[in-house]
């Protein structure tokens, strides 16, 4: 069997050089009759009307360039319509060279998903790979032959509105999420009918924006860039994505956009990448005002310099390649490279041999906002969901309650649980493609049970008319449930926020309900994660609810009443106060650690503050509870070629069934440099029946050990470490000392 499959492998691989060998042929063989104005017309994109997502550059000759063959992609052209139209003005160009249709596809397409900070918190990769499979299905369906995603960007900084988009905070996790998305944007193969190019952003360091203000400048050190920047875009290369796109910020004094160190020395160089890079929007043409380049001209020798294949928008390209290479200062081998890299991605697709196979009308139909599709979407929506409380296990709820009370500004709002970067929907019948939370409810209670309705306030403003209305309802019911939190364009790009509070009056509202005596329960809808203290040191029940897209009220009602077992933990660390940024769990120890909360005196902590957050990296409360016992270690000393084989008991002590993310943090004692006081480098997401115990396992092995040293050289180094598992970064339950000998 070994024998044949081992025949099997080589042929497999045989047959895909010998495809990519072909394609090769067809790239040079095409190359060979373009003149140099249609070469550079394939490094230029712009957007079409549907949306624009950036500062728009009016440009009335679009439709004409493309038929002269002056354009190599689009952004924005959604729908087998208009996609199959502007496809028909290139088919008129010279060479026929087909257009490639990228979009925003962040979280779903017409079936909206979580928003990826959301789906992060699921710890739940086959959920995650799912929701990106169910997204490529419908935008190929649609057209789209390319999604600007997965963002991989880690996020420290919730004032930063973009952490919405990633996995938040650890380099570990992001990794292996980026990873499921990519293997879900790209299934089985590119050029399949239910596929779409990847697209690994924003390379690089974007989230470590100064204050968390959006395109500020990046400063770090080479070290930190690669312990805990890079792994994610490292990871998705792995997983085989298509192309990259470089970020806005200036990295330590230099653009992304013209970066060489970023997209020649570790891109395309050390990590050998194929594919294409395309700019951010107009991210070239920014590098004048960044005062990197004295005008579009020298932006554009920067850029193809660096390795920016692709200009989003700027024009850059289009307008001062051909000088610059007549001029001698950009070597047509530049652009024919830069050429190569997007025509390989067109033939792969099939584009050249049937330019319109992703616009079917009939495919698109049937593809989008399907049954299939929803359920999908509502199972990720409610794994999505974080417990962050439930006192007197008030949650899950009785459906045998009589009245129930839902108040707030977010109940019977559709579009806020679409949250940022949704595909635009019909502002028409909107409960055709989302499921409001009020729709929600009202789909799960039987006919017994009352449900009243208060509004209460709106997400911002001071208005508290509606206070004494919704408090005389909230008297009405037995239980009172909440939705408060941030509109769906609070979070996501330039939506940086100095101030993470619960906007408006919504907390006074909350307070004002829970004077009332009624049990509470408070939903928290939002792209962040933000502060809101007094509902969580006086409400026995939240549920961090995120944004959860189209099946967001029926998700929360699944969770709401037990239907589904809350398995969330926090991707992000939450603070006590904005001004505890930046704060998460893998920090050093300093030389004066602060011991505990009450740490005072000659320590690294605030005098006016706890230095614990409100809620750590990993946290996620459950209906029922988890042992952790008889951890084993096969040996406690390894060297670097061995490894050690983990296992511990795990029980479900409670009455109901659930999933506990298990999660194996190790500290590594000593080292050159000085190592975080833990880091995630395994975790497990297991179902337990009530009463039932799993022995779970995990393998040490050298990779685990690793990091950069101050040479920015990968590797262990012999020494003690701990290892530690447990249900949050801040809540160990097992842990053990073992030893890497040389
Ligand atoms: C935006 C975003 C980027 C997005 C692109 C196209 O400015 O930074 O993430 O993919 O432009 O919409």
């Not at 850059?316 to 024919?336: G, Q, T």
């Not at 070629?641 to 296992?647: A, D, G, L, T, Y």
Request: proline share 4%; aromatic share 10%.
């Amino acid at each position: 069997m070994k024998r044949i499959t081992t025949l099997t492998c080589l042929m497999l691989s045989f047959f895909a050089m010998a495809q990519q060998q072909t394609i090769d042929q067809k790239v040079n063989a095409l190359l060979k009759q373009m003149t140099l104005e249609e070469k550079i017309g394939q490094l230029n994109q712009y957007t079409g009307n549907n949306a624009a997502t950036g500062p728009i550059t009016i440009n009335p000759n679009k439709q004409a360039e493309i038929k002269d063959g002056l354009v190599g992609s689009m952004l924005n052209v959604v729908g087998t319509k208009y996609t199959r139209q502007y496809q028909e003005l290139a088919m008129q160009s010279r060479l026929k060279i087909p257009l490639l249709y990228g979009q925003d596809v962040i979280h779903g397409f017409k079936t909206t998903f979580p928003i990826p900070l959301g789906e992060a918190a699921s710890w739940d990769l086959a959920a995650i790979e799912l929701s990106a499979r169910v997204a490529a299905t419908e935008a190929a369906a649609s057209g789209i032959h390319w999604t600007f995603a997965p963002m991989v960007d880690i996020g420290r900084d919730p004032r930063w509105g973009r952490v919405m988009e990633g996995a938040g905070e650890d380099s570990y996790l992001g990794s292996r999420i980026a990873y499921a998305r990519v293997k879900g944007f790209q299934g089985d193969k590119l050029g399949n009918l239910n596929s779409v190019m990847a697209c690994v952003k924003h390379f690089a360091a974007y989230g470590a924006a100064i204050g968390g203000r959006d395109y500020n400048s990046v400063d770090m050190s080479e070290r930190m860039l690669w312990e805990t920047y890079l792994p994610p875009f490292k990871a998705a290369l792995d997983a085989g994505a298509a192309t990259f796109m470089n970020s806005f910020n200036d990295i330590n004094g230099i653009p992304a956009t013209g970066n060489a160190h970023l997209q020649r020395d570790i891109l395309k160089g050390k990590w050998n990448f194929q594919g294409f890079v395309v700019s951010d929007w107009g991210s070239i043409g920014e590098m004048v005002a960044h005062g990197y380049s004295k005008d579009l001209k020298e932006a554009a020798l920067a850029a193809i310099t660096a390795g920016s294949d692709m200009d989003m928008e700027s024009n850059a390209y289009r307008y001062n390649l051909p000088a610059l290479i007549k001029e001698n200062k950009v070597s047509i081998d530049l652009v024919d490279d830069a050429v190569k890299r997007i025509l390989r991605k067109k033939f792969e697709l099939g584009l050249f041999d049937d330019p319109y196979k992703y616009s079917n009308p009939d495919r698109e139909k049937q593809e989008l906002n399907n049954p299939e599709h929803r359920k999908a979407a509502r199972e990720v929506a409610a794994k999505s969901i974080v417990l962050l409380k439930n006192d007197n296990a008030i949650l899950p709820l009785a459906k045998s309650t009589k009245t129930i009370a839902f108040i707030g500004p977010m109940v019977k709002e559709y579009k806020a649980n679409m949250g940022f970067w949704a595909v635009e929907l019909p502002e028409v019948d909107y409960n055709k493609w989302v499921v409001s939370q009020w729709d929600g409810l009202q789909n799960k209670v039987g006919k017994n049970t009352k449900l009243l309705y208060a509004k209460g306030c709106e997400v911002e403003g001071d208005n508290k008319d509606g206070f004494a209305e919704a408090i005389a309802t909230a008297k009405q019911a037995d239980v009172v449930i909440l939705s408060i939190g941030e509109r769906h364009d609070m979070s996501g790009e330039a939506k940086s926020r100095s101030n993470i509070n619960i906007p408006g009056v919504q907390e006074e509202l909350v307070k004002a309900i829970q004077a009332t005596g009624k049990p509470v329960v408070v939903l928290v809808n939002a792209g962040r994660p933000l502060v809101f203290n007094w509902t969580a040191d006086n409400v026995p029940a939240i549920l961090y609810t995120w944004w959860l897209g189209s099946e967001a009220g029926n998700a929360i009602a699944d969770v709401l009443f037990g239907d589904y077992n809350p398995s969330g933990k926090l991707p992000m660390t939450f603070p006590r106060e904005v001004g505890q940024i930046p704060i998460y769990y893998n920090h050093y120890s300093t030389g004066r650690p602060a011991q505990d909360d009450n740490a005072k005196g000659y320590v690294s902590a605030y005098t006016d503050l706890k230095s614990s957050p409100k809620f750590p990296f990993g946290f996620g409360l459950s209906y029922t509870k988890f042992d952790y016992s008889d951890l084993k270690l096969s040996t406690t000393k390894m060297k670097s070629n061995e490894k050690i084989q983990v296992s511990f008991q795990l029980k479900n002590t409670g009455k109901v069934a659930g999933e506990e993310v298990v999660q194996l943090y190790l500290k590594d004692k000593f080292g050159s440099v000085v190592r975080p006081v833990l880091e995630l480098r395994d975790f497990q997401k297991v179902k337990l029946n009530a009463g039932e115990t799993k022995t779970i396992q995990f393998t040490i092995d050298n990779e685990k050990l690793s990091f950069y040293n101050d040479k920015i050289e990968w590797g262990s180094e012999p020494g003690d470490f701990e290892l530690m598992i447990g249900s949050s970064s801040a809540d160990i339950r097992v842990k053990s000392d073992f030893e890497l000998v040389k």
